[in-house]
């Protein structure tokens, strides 16, 4: 089972940079993070090489700032888009900012 898991994650990689344009990182975060943190999650934009993920509390963010460093090396293996820094924000302080 582990080799087919490994495999489709690279078929998924590999589509993922001839077709992700763009949003090449914003697809990538699932993978890249692992599926209990992509639901806890959302990749809200990639722009200038910041991918910038909402998360539900401070703390919350403060765990996931701790794994930026991997989180960035498994982007720059999947994704066309370079992704030099990941800004995780907490999510009633986007909406806050937004009004």
Known sequence: MRHASSTLKKIFA?????????NAPLLAWPLVCGSATAAKT???SYAEGVLTIEVSDATWRQQLQSFER???AALKQISAQP?????FV???QTARRSR
């Open 14 to 22: 590999d589509t993922l940079r001839r077709e992700g344009g763009d």
């Open 42 to 44: 959302n990749a809200l």
């Open 70 to 72: 991997q989180y960035l």
């Open 83 to 87: 992704v030099n820094a990941i800004k």
């Open 90 to 92: 907490v999510r009633n």
